[in-house]
């Protein structure tokens, strides 16, 4: 018997107990003891005449045998609506939402630069101290790995990043940042807060998981590639697949958009030192001319070599030979940027930018250094959505919020160091809607107007714990 069959059982009894009592106080209305000192509430009340239809005192004898019994428990080792919804009502229960606010809310207020999170992961590990959630720290400095279910096989990794930006805030409300210079202007107070409903949420169903569940909490999102020291230190020991979130300003408050393959762009960026070569005749060597020639060249590697299908960005940003008006500089300085959404011409596009500065400073008999700043953990991979993972996300969204409420969303050019996760388990990313204009909450990340619509507190709390629980169901041993 499943819960909805139960639930129509339950309620036909107790209209038919209802209706008994009702026949029984008419019976003794219309048909009075003759015995005026028992009344007919009284448990030695007995009218000989009152005689019920065959059919009614079998419906009777059903719903009472049916109300000695214990409810059914849920079983979700087949995925049902009623499993999701259940997700969903842990969620929103009573105190849930404001639990949540509270927690994003002291985020917000409190930001911290990467791995300068301490407050934060110290936050963060006494809600899991509260819930008796198990967890390893630190890792990455701040960084905390937390277990949920069997600690057995399958395991699956969901993940949030903890850091804020050097950006002021400009939203003037109850909560606004207490920390000048410093903002959560791209959702990750919202993130962190998110996966710890999500704990909830599995904590309460932990005798359900077929598998473990590892929440990341993960350090230095913005700036010095956290994703990559987390993994560094252990944070995907054991994990099969993981999977993350992001807070979208393009998608209505609670719509959950993703897109199988790329996501979003590798980045990176170079800076190129182009100089005259050492004994040489300085009228003979034009470093301007070197670093202008080799500028133009970098913009054929996308028009003239790139698939126009593949989108590509190759861009100088900044082109310094000096301020001396009455001399040709001895070095010229160019910096820019690179983006790519696969691997493969990511990293052809750092071997070309190489090749033509170096070639083409050779042409003008100078000399031409290229930093591509890896020591300093700035290049990030694209960020590419395994198709498997991506499967699930769609599956688990359109049963949790519907499918009016899921949308398949284009390829963006922001890169995320969540892509470093992707290279080594397969991996699943996606977007949750902040969108709403009454609110204001319509500003792109990295604004210093940026704010969320927290009612998306609670679904994304849901969205994570299902797409776990789910994954672990479907890759049992």
Known sequence: MNLHTFSLLYLTSIHAILLFSLIIASHAISNPSSNPTFSFFEPNYYNPRLQLPHNLTRLLQNAAAVLMQPPPVLDCTVWSDACSEEIVRIGNQPGTATWLKSIRRRIHENPELAFEEFETSRLIREELDRMGISYKFPLATTGIRATIGTGGPPFVAVRADMDALPIQEAVEWEHKSKVAGKMHACGHDAHVTMLIGAAKILKAREHHLKGTVILVFQPAEEAGNGAKRMIQEGALEDVEAIFALHVSHQLPTGVIGSRPGPLLAGCGFFKAVISRKAGGLHRSMDPILAASAAVISLQGIVSREADPLDS????????????DLDAV???????????????TTFYQLLKR??????????????????DFFEKESTIYPPTVNDERMYEHMR???????GPENFRVVPPMMGAEDFSFYSQVVPAGFYYIGIMNETLGSTHTGHSPHFMIDEDVLPVGAAAHAAIAERYLNEHRR
Do not use: H, M
């Open 329 to 343: 500089a001895d070095n010229v300085v160019l910096k820019g940027t690179l983006r790519a959404f696969s691997n």
């Open 395 to 401: 599956k688990v969204a359109t049963d949790l919020v």
């Open 353 to 370: 930018i190489q090749e033509v500065i170096v070639e083409q400073a050779g042409v003008f008999r100078c000399s031409a250094t290229v």
């Open 312 to 323: 590509q960005v190759v861009s100088v940003t900044s082109f310094n030979g000096g301020d």
